[in-house]
């Protein structure tokens, strides 16, 4: 409570001062600045975004002029405020506040264009766009409080507020710098582990499941580091953290063990290369093909383009059948009846041109067709055919040639039978008395 009557009384004092000194002919100033500034600036990124939309696009042009939308609030308030300073002083009147006013404007254009600027070279992921504003106002508020001279003042504050574990001093501004730190750090490591999973894709040597894994490889172990870095960087000792640890390691035997099972069944499909992106798998009532490999789950897409999450663990205890694990070759088949009263010879020649109305089937292996069993009602054929790419789904090409099979048969008078029944009426004397 101490410590925050004392921030309190300093930042009184220091505005106290700033106000004794102030005029209304210079708010006047800076308040007519920051209104028409935001009006063209409002105007400016509307026009923007009606000319280049919402998605950023490379390109050193569009580049400039998304650029310009960060510069255009800050330069406009400037200069409003440097014809309003030319005016007092011609009628002397002195401008304290405007020239304080004048380098938090300056900061605040050249962190605003430095940070986008970062971001477009680095990484231009939609979460980095929107933590932007948040980063630049945090940067410039702490460069206003060195320009104004109140940061050190407010930092010994923030130090005085500190509690002790052990040997271990935390304080609210260690805290503050940790979280700084931190930040800084894994912008670095995401931008490391970006660069390293590009690297990864553009390699024809590496297969697509050691891609992934070596990204998530990198993203923990660099991640890691950073929080460990920047640990050590606030002065915050980390033998301390060994009951933490222990702490962790309970919650992983009791309620995380499942979350750690997927994230090890994970890196185990990833390095042990049984299921991949682009593979065509089955497992329960599901099929589809992967559509991405996550540290948690795999993403598996189906003919409906409905995407299901599969936890990692599933895939490991589970049966599943990977149609395209060493040999995307995949052979369909297609049963059906004739009746006993067609030519046998006939039809197996039928079933085979149905074969040429999908360009899916392959010449080789040759489709065949195989007499396979004498049912109660007919003739058991079944056509065997091959496919190349099972990710395209099945159902469509038995579709195409249960159709030319049915119009071959109509036009050659094969007919398929189906179940019937003779029932015999046997004459009983006893029932008829």
């Not at 590009?198 to 660099?222: E, P, Y």
Request: aromatic share 10%; hydrophobic share 50%.
């Amino acid at each position: 409570m101490e410590n925050l009557t004392l921030l309190q009384s300093f930042i009184s004092s220091k505005m106290h001062k700033l106000l004794v000194a102030d005029s209304a002919w210079q708010l006047t100033v800076l308040f007519l600045g920051i209104i028409v500034a935001w009006k063209l600036n409002h105007h400016w990124r509307k026009r923007l975004t009606a000319h280049l939309g919402q998605e950023e696009q490379r390109g050193v042009s569009r580049f400039l002029l998304r650029g310009s939308g960060y510069l255009v609030f800050p330069i406009v308030t400037l200069v409003f405020i440097y014809i309003g300073v030319a005016i007092l002083q011609f009628y002397q009147i002195a401008t304290p506040i405007l020239d304080v006013v004048i380098p938090l404007l300056l900061s605040l254009a050249a962190i605003r264009i430095s940070v986008y600027s970062l971001r477009r070279t680095f990484n231009r992921s939609q979460n980095l766009r929107t933590w932007e504003g948040f980063i630049s106002i945090s940067i410039w508020c702490l460069v206003a409080l060195h320009l104004l001279g109140w940061l050190p003042g407010i930092l010994d504050a923030l130090d005085r507020s500190a509690i002790n574990f052990g040997n271990t001093r935390i304080s609210v501004l260690s805290v503050a710098k940790f979280i700084i730190m931190a930040g800084i750090y894994i912008v670095v490591a995401r931008w490391l582990a970006t660069l390293i999973e590009q690297q990864t894709r553009q390699s024809k040597v590496i297969s697509s499941s050691m891609q992934v894994g070596l990204s998530k490889f990198a993203n923990v172990v660099l991640y890691s580091i950073a929080i460990v870095v920047a640990l050590n960087s606030v002065g915050i000792d980390l033998t301390t953290l060994t009951v933490f640890g222990g702490a962790i390691g309970v919650g992983l035997g009791f309620g995380l063990q499942r979350i750690a099972s997927n994230f090890i069944s994970g890196f185990i499909l990833l390095f042990d290369r049984s299921i991949k992106p682009g593979d065509v798998i089955s497992i329960g009532d599901r099929f589809g093909w992967v559509v991405a490999l996550h540290a948690r789950y795999i993403v598996v897409k189906d003919r409906d383009g409905v995407e299901t999450l599969i936890p990692n663990e599933n895939i490991i205890t589970s049966e599943v059948t990977n149609w395209s694990y060493s040999d995307k070759h995949v052979r369909v088949k297609v049963p059906l009846q004739i009746s006993y009263q067609d030519d046998v010879e006939v039809a197996m020649q039928l079933m085979l041109d149905a074969c040429n109305v999908s360009n899916r089937v392959l010449k080789t292996p040759e489709p065949n067709v195989r007499l396979t069993a004498f049912e109660d009602s007919g003739i058991k054929l079944e056509l065997r055919l091959w496919l190349n790419d099972p990710e395209k789904g099945v159902g469509s090409v038995k579709s195409d040639i249960n159709l030319a099979i049915w119009k071959s048969f109509k036009e050659n008078k094969i007919t398929i039978p189906y179940p019937q029944r003779d029932v015999h009426i046997v004459k009983n004397d006893f029932i008829d008395n």
